[in-house]
């Protein structure tokens, strides 16, 4: 047995057959010999004999020879009087000539240049692409908004490699904080702002109390606490700011403004009233109440402490909790030392008794004084003996108050102290046991002391670090709660990390409910001092996050010139950022090397964990789909510059890639950079290009004419511009000019910087306005058909179709569609329209939907398009067919428009006269049947290169003539000669291929065959005989998994990836094997032909699949082919049809010996 590609066949019995066919072609010399043909007979036998590379004769281009063949078989279509294939009996079940193995599943081609990086994701991008349109149509028609959105958090670093740049000489770090980072920073700043006034007021106030005659001249104090009110007031303002900045910003203004605020503002209030002296001396108390404010420097530095906390810095959180309350214990006594000289002073000023003058204290100086009074107040609530008691009642409370209140706080504060310091210990004792354990444990594995000593280096290093294992073990609870809450918590742990890139951020909202499972598939890495992350020249995995510690990003060594004058080609940061993208994408070899400079984690997920998360939410693929190609398009551009540090992409690049999406539109509505183009007012002027068509204009001043009337093609301001496509504009712009130039019978217009040998005849240029103009257009009619022109290139872009339904934005038609009914807040032109030109355009651009007048000119549809055209022109006139054919041939004069504004270059005399005759059979399309019509036109087409049309075969040579646009009667005569090389059965195949109508018989449309066809012919190695080979290898492979199957007249088969590599594969070997690695893709829209990884291995000679035996069927298979066609052609006398028994089961192919021992029917 052997293999040619995926098809098992004996060798043995090829051999035997073919041994056959060459008895059976002396058999036939034999009977030839009396009727003294015996050149044919010779023909035979060199045909027998011939090599594998040998030709066969060419036939006359008039037309196939009427001279009788042996087993001439009957065509299973047969060709009715009015030029129309009909099938004869029903359409047998057939089965395919190549056994295959080759997998279903589903594709779309969007982009030809990433098609080669997206292998896993664009299959299943199609699988899901149905569904997730059916889920964002959904997430279109909810209007409410929801309640938490996601937010995209940026890194804080943003890595701009201008050492990369062929203009740059340093590897420079700039670092760009984000709007959050920002708020987060200055919150930071105004909490470390308040804890200083808060201090000072705590210091300065009771002494200013005890002792007012040292401020009595003003000074700094003064003047400080005539500026704090307003610093007070501000606070209460940026509570606000920071309520309303926030992500729940209702909910923390509520919670603000019933709690902190009423706070906040009676002590603003009491500030002003001190400040304006409207207080007696006698309640000068009352200026301790600004002491509450103490309460925001606890509320400071709990938010200093959860900081502390999240950034592992679990040491400093003891030692700060202890120094609070030292602080607090200090503060309270300083305050009542204040107060009981505050209270000796006024008794002493009422001229009464105190404890002050009894211990003749008040002689001493200020300092001394105050140091007596905080020992007294120390020694009341404290065991030991103090010489100094109350005088008087006040005093005598004011004891009693100090030990009822104070000796509390104190053993409170006492013992949050001694709890720290006992968890100080805990945590040490800890800390060594575990590191007495693991030398116990080195020592008893005999373990090498180089390595120990690393060992016992790493785990000091872990543990002294902000994430000791041991600080964030999981409690025991966790083991009692249902694993949804657990999956819960992880996501609630690993998401905010997540959050720092856009695609992320984008994914984790939660109406899309798939945050828990992204969280899941990132898992959870651990490197000491010194590690690799990754290095260069090993096989990329996946995407890696760093969350905590420092690293060090070393680019590969290069020889570029930028490279040469960089002094330090690494990074160090110890900051949150993302790695190696790109690896999620497609196949990558790392080219740098990043390395934990300190103890450091990171999250890290693979492309395998990605698909394999993503595969079961839709609308997740085809997001992910989107942004992945436009990530690539933005790598491709600058794949040189930026190859060796291909792992760390601008920053900016994700955020551009994510709005290209269109799930960020449906989840941020209104974010989109279209909808700066929205006008809500009408514009005063209406568009009107009645000049352009009327005056006489140089072309220069067309061109000039035609860009000042039409906004969205204006440069800096004008749509196309804004979205990108330029080139579309170009295009729009001569479609334009070429209906101005129609209209105005401007011949020499439409044919400048055409060459002279094929440039277009007047003669044709006549008969081409003749058919356009048989009807008169009116002015308001032609000037819809300018905005409609201007306005179809804008729909291509995928940002503008954003603004469509998704229903509605598949292709350009369907947004075209959907634009001139809604859009025209964000069209100018199509706003400042007259209902006089408007109301003819929704009836064209439905028609335009239906039926592509492009596929039509070259045969690339089938009768069933021209059906669905005659049924959408019941309800219209001929005017609207007329002003629908005349918008579609200026749109195809206009496909050159990049390459020049002057003059058309498609329509040259060729093409010019294929349009005519496309345009004259569609004139009939009311009276005849659309068989008939498409028929009738693929007729004149064949008889303009004189080639025949009596049977099916020759409307299948017809049409494959318009498809390999065929315009010389020499390239007819090369595709005659190819038909004649194919076997019997191969074109029973392009029979079912090109003459089953679509409409009353199910077939397949496949779409860029034009180009399949072109390119094979262009590749000599290939041919187009060896493109119809393989077309009907995946015909018969798309019968043999059911394709036809799907829904709908016509299965339409997309072949671009296939038509892409067929201009440079070597030989048809190589493109079988090819094709054999190949997918078909079965999905809503039809199917898909997908070349994977796999395939473009073969094109590049990484995957051989080399053998003796396939070549020997090749040859063999040939060797069949050229004696099949031998013996058919040769003539036979009247009455005398000998024929070739046609194995078609292996039960046939297993009697060659017995047929060998008997006479076979040939001899008898």
């Given amino acids: 047995m052997a293999t040619l590609g995926k098809v098992e066949v004996d060798i043995n019995l090829l051999v035997q057959l073919q041994e056959q066919l060459i008895q059976s072609a002396k058999a036939i010399g034999e009977q030839l010999e009396s009727t003294d043909l015996e050149a044919p007979l ?12 040998a030709t066969i004769p060419n036939t006359s281009v008039q037309g196939f020879s009427t001279t009788p063949r042996l087993d001439e078989k009957p065509e299973k279509f047969e060709l009715q009087p009015n030029g129309v294939p009909m099938l004869t009996t029903t359409a047998p079940k057939r089965h395919s000539m190549l056994s295959s193995k080759s997998s279903v599943s589903s594709i779309t081609l969007e982009d030809a240049g990433c098609s080669r990086m997206l292998d896993e994701w664009r299959e299943k991008f199609v699988l899901a692409q149905q569904e997730a349109i059916d889920i964002y149509s959904e997430m279109h028609r909810q209007d409410a908004t929801p309640k938490k959105a996601f937010t995209r958090r940026h890194s804080h670093i943003v890595w701009t490699f201008e050492g990369l740049l062929p203009t740059a000489s340093d590897f420079n770090l700039a670092i760009a904080f984000n709007p959050k980072e920002l708020l987060r920073l200055w919150r930071l700043t105004w909490d470390f702002l308040t804890i200083v006034l808060v201090a000072i007021d705590a210091f300065v106030l009771p002494i200013r109390l005890a002792w007012p005659e040292r401020f009595a001249d003003g000074g700094y104090v003064q003047s400080f606490y005539q500026v704090t009110p307003v610093f007070w007031v ?114 002493q000023f009422y001229q009464r008794v105190n404890w002050m003058d009894e211990n003749q204290v008040m002689s001493n100086d200020l300092l001394f004084q105050y140091m007596i009074s905080f020992n007294w107040v120390i020694a009341e609530y404290t065991p030991a003996p103090y010489p100094f008691t109350a005088t008087n009642e006040l005093e005598q409370g004011l004891v009693l108050a100090i030990i009822l209140t104070c000796l509390p706080m104190l053993g409170a504060q006492i013992g949050i102290i001694s709890g720290t310091l006992t968890k100080m210990n805990e945590k040490s004792k800890e800390r060594e046991t575990v590191k007495r354990d693991l030398q116990r444990w080195l020592r008893k594995t005999r373990a090498p002391k180089e390595l120990t000593q690393r060992v016992v280096a790493a785990l000091d290093e872990v543990l002294k670090s902000g994430e000791n294992p041991l600080d964030f073990r999981e409690p025991v609870a966790l083991d009692f709660l249902p694993t949804t809450l657990i999956q819960e918590l992880h996501m609630v742990n690993t998401s905010h990390k997540l959050f720092i890139h856009p695609l992320f951020s984008m994914l984790m909202d939660e109406r899309l409910e798939f945050g828990g499972r992204l969280a899941s598939s990132f898992q959870s890495k651990v490197y000491i001092q010194g590690e690799a992350i990754f290095s260069q020249g090993r096989r990329a995995e996946g995407i890696y996050i760093t969350t905590h510690g420092g690293f060090s990003f070393q680019p590969s060594k290069s020889d570029s010139s930028h490279f040469k004058s960089r002094k330090n080609k690494s990074v160090h940061w110890n900051n949150e950022s993302w790695f190696a993208e790109l690896s999620l994408y497609l196949p990558r ?132 511009d804004a979205l990108g496509c330029q080139e579309e504009a170009q295009r729009a712009t001569l479609s334009m000019l070429c209906l101005v130039w129609f209209v105005r019978d401007s011949y020499e217009h439409m044919i400048a910087n055409q060459d002279d040998r094929s440039r277009l005849s007047k003669s044709t240029w006549k008969a081409i306005r003749d058919l356009l103009f048989s009807h008169e257009i009116s002015l308001d009619e032609l000037n819809g058909l300018m905005v409609l022109l201007a306005i179809r290139g804008i729909c291509k872009s995928p940002d503008f ?182 076997t019997q059965k191969e074109r029973d195949v392009l029979l079912d291929i090109f003459l089953l109508d679509g409409h009353e018989q199910k077939t397949f449309v496949f779409l860029y065959l034009p180009l399949f066809l072109a390119n094979a012919k262009a590749n000599h190695d290939v041919d187009l005989l060896g493109g119809l080979k393989l077309l009907v290898e995946i015909y018969d492979r798309l019968l043999q998994h059911r394709c036809l199957s799907l829904t709908g007249p016509s299965v339409v088969v997309d072949l671009s990836s296939l038509a892409l590599v067929m201009k440079d594969v070597e030989d048809i070997p190589t493109l079988r094997k090819c094709f054999d690695f190949a997918k078909l893709v079965k999905h809503e829209n039809g199917v898909t032909v997908l070349l994977t990884s796999n395939s473009y291995q073969v094109l590049s000679g990484q995957l051989v699949h080399h053998t003796r035996s396939a070549d020997m069927l090749e040859q063999l298979t040939v060797q069949q082919s050229k004696l099949e066609f031998a013996i058919r052609s040769l003539p036979l006398p009247r009455g005398q049809r000998p024929s070739i028994s046609h194995f078609s089961s292996e039960s046939e192919l297993q009697e060659p010996l017995r047929l060998q021992a008997k006479p076979s029917p040939l001899e008898l």
């Fill in 234 to 347: 501000i606070d209460i303002l940026m509570n606000f700011a920071m309520a309303a900045l926030s992500q729940n910003k209702t909910r923390v203004l509520l919670t603000y403004a019933c709690t902190w605020l009423w706070f906040d503002v009676g002590l603003v209030v009491l500030d002003f009233v001190l400040l304006l002296q409207m207080v007696p001396e006698t309640f000068k108390s009352l200026t301790l109440l600004r002491l509450f404010r103490f309460a925001k420097f606890k509320h400071a530095m709990v938010e200093l402490e959860s900081l502390l906390e999240a950034r592992g810095m679990i040491r400093a959180k003891h030692i700060s909790t202890i120094l609070q309350c030292v602080i607090f214990i200090l503060g309270v006594n300083h305050v009542l030392a204040c107060v009981t000289v505050y209270v000796a002073k006024r008794e």
């Fill in 42 to 53: 010779s023909k035979v036998k060199r045909v027998s004999q011939v090599s594998t590379d």
């Fill in 801 to 982: 179709a954003k603004i469509a339904p998704p229903k509605d934005r598949t292709t350009p038609e369907q947004v075209l569609s959907y634009a001139v009914e809604n859009l025209q807040a964000y069209l100018p032109s199509l706003a400042s329209l007259k209902s006089e030109s408007y109301e003819h355009l929704g009836p064209i651009v439905d028609i335009l939907k239906e039926f592509n007048f492009a596929q039509f000119l070259q045969g690339e549809n089938n009768p069933h398009s021209v059906w669905l055209l005659k049924n959408g022109l019941t309800s219209q006139g001929g005017k609207v067919l007329k002003m629908c054919l005349l918008s579609q041939v200026c749109i195809l004069c206009g496909v050159m428009g990049t390459t020049t504004l002057r003059g058309s270059l498609f329509l040259n005399e060729a093409n010019g006269r294929c349009l005519v005759k496309a345009l004259n059979t569609l004139q009939h399309i009311h009276e005849l049947d659309p068989h008939e019509v498409y028929w009738k036109y693929i007729q004149s087409r064949a008889e303009a290169l004189n080639l025949p049309v009596l049977t099916p075969s020759h409307m299948v040579q017809a049409r494959l003539a318009c498809l390999t646009r065929c315009v010389e009667q020499q390239m007819a005569a090369d595709l005659q000669d190819d038909w004649l090389q194919l």
């Fill in 589 to 720: 070899i790392h080219a740098s090397t990043l390395t934990a400079m300190t103890y450091a984690k990171s999250l890290m997920m693979t492309y395998e964990n990605f698909i394999e998360v993503a595969q079961d939410w839709p609308a997740v693929v085809v997001a992910v789909h989107e942004y992945a190609q436009s990530f690539l398009k933005l790598y491709e551009k600058r794949s040189y510059v930026l190859q060796s540090t291909w792992e760390l992409p601008p920053v900016d690049w994700p955020d551009y890639a994510v709005a290209a999406t269109q799930l960020a539109e449906l989840l941020i509505p209104g974010t989109s950079r279209l909808h700066s183009f929205r006008v809500m007012d009408v514009p005063v002027e209406c568009v009107d290009y009645r000049k352009l068509i009327l005056e006489d204009f140089s072309l220069e001043g067309q061109i000039d004419e035609v860009v000042d009337q039409t906004k969205e093609l204006q440069e800096d301001t004008g749509i196309y």
